[in-house]
């Protein structure tokens, strides 16, 4: 599976809601979650445990800058985090761990991650996911909806959160 993405740091996730919203978004709802990553040899390896029993294990590989970049992924959903979590760290031993409420909204073909990240502050994640449009028109919708939702080139991250903290 393939996204294109960026990450933005965000003063105001209420107000790039409203946004969202009025380009028509839909709301998919609130998620808790909870991020362990595991030492990869390749990419970033990390088991997200929504604390109700579900988890999922994600694999994947993108370069650390700040434009709109591609992503590479697997996921495996498994109903016993905590379990899979322990093998996990025992076999490769944990490169930290990441907490964050994410209130997640779906425009086209874009998710629209508002997330309050513990101990690190607040940013919005745009992942426009590739189904039958190139790479080129997937970070064309990206930027479209970034620029409408106000988000500015000075606010991207080029790191996945595990490495901000």
Avoid: W
């Amino acid at each position: 599976m393939r996204n294109i993405e960026i990450k933005c740091r965000c003063a105001d996730l209420a107000a790039v809601c409203r946004k969202a919203e009025e380009l028509g978004a839909r709301d998919a709802g609130v998620l808790i979650q909870s991020d362990t990553f595991f030492h990869a040899s390749l990419g970033r390896l990390k088991l997200r445990d929504f604390g109700d029993g579900r988890g999922e294990l994600i694999s994947y590989r993108r370069p650390d800058t700040a434009e709109a970049r591609g992503c590479d992924y697997l996921i495996h959903r498994t109903g016993d985090p905590q379990t899979l979590g322990a093998v996990l760290a025992d076999a490769l031993g944990v490169a930290g761990t990441v907490r964050k409420r994410r209130h997640v909204l779906l425009l086209r073909n874009t998710r629209i991650h508002l997330d309050q990240v513990e101990g690190l502050g607040s940013f919005v994640e745009l992942e426009t996911v590739l189904s039958t449009q190139t790479d080129d028109e997937a970070r064309e919708e990206l930027e479209q909806i970034a620029g409408a939702l106000g988000l500015r080139a000075e606010d991207r991250v080029a790191q996945a959160y595990v490495d901000l903290a």
